[in-house]
């Protein structure tokens, strides 16, 4: 974890908390590098303040009186109640459960931003909102999963079918694309929030598979020709595969090759998104995955990241 939460850390303990006077919790949550652990020297430059999310029962105002500066950096002071800080973030209610609905539109790097972090106090129970969204329900990460494995199928062949032609930049862009397709399928695997495009390389490279599956995607991208990218693709698929089989939540997963018709292009391809359907249970699941079978919704809602436009995409989901 980086130093920026310990920062934070000693500011509320040694400044904030003496001067607060009534019930609360206290938090590093939201934006910032040093929120998900990944601040360094540079940080220090934007957003690198010694602060405090302040979260105070509806109806009690404060005003803490601190010093504009901490060990050296500026300090801030944000107040909210937990309800309203919640229905900014993400258009939600703290108070409610969340929908299968509600799942599939909240932005994947909001929800990271407000389980990453740390609680430094908890009068009000922010630390339950946290463990609420801590992570996909079961079969809303089935769905999501199919999803993700559908985004990378159809265009397997792709990468070999622009190279064909003398298309190698073409290529190498289907390949890029891919790489990140399969990156985000291992953020899956193993049930971890993917943050925004700045840390998510970092993030991978974190991840338990990252060390062994990080380098077959630099192969992928580093392949100079279609031939080599298409052996590179096979293996980071093959490999991504594998980690979805250890998971046991379906039932093996067999991969083949396959030869599209008569052209001169192989891809691995397992049946993920069957298998991962036929283990699907809940019906509002279920009905979203009969409307929307290989996903989008999904794709959009990092798009339209506001909480005031996630009513728009709930109206995709009716």
Known sequence: MGSGVELCRRFYD??????????????LVGRGSEVLGYDDAMSADHNGEARVVLFVPYG?????EVPDRFEGRPTAVEIHTIRAYLQSQLGFDPETEPTVRDWLTFPEHNLLMMTAGAVFHDDLGLQDVRDQLAYYPDDVWRYLMIAAWWRVHPEMNLAGRAGYVGDELGSSLIGSQLVQDLMRLCFLVERQYAPYSKWFGTAFSRLTCGPAIGPLLQTVLRAGSWEQREEALAAAYRAVGELHNRLAITAPVELGVEQLWDRPFKVVWGDFPGALS?????????RIADRWPVGGVEQLRDVLHRAGDRRQLLELLE
């Open 14 to 27: 040694d400044v904030v908390r003496p001067v607060v006077g009534v019930p609360h919790s206290a938090a």
């Open 60 to 64: 009690v105002t404060v005003a803490p």
């Open 278 to 286: 036929a283990a699907i249970e809940d019906p509002n699941v279920r």
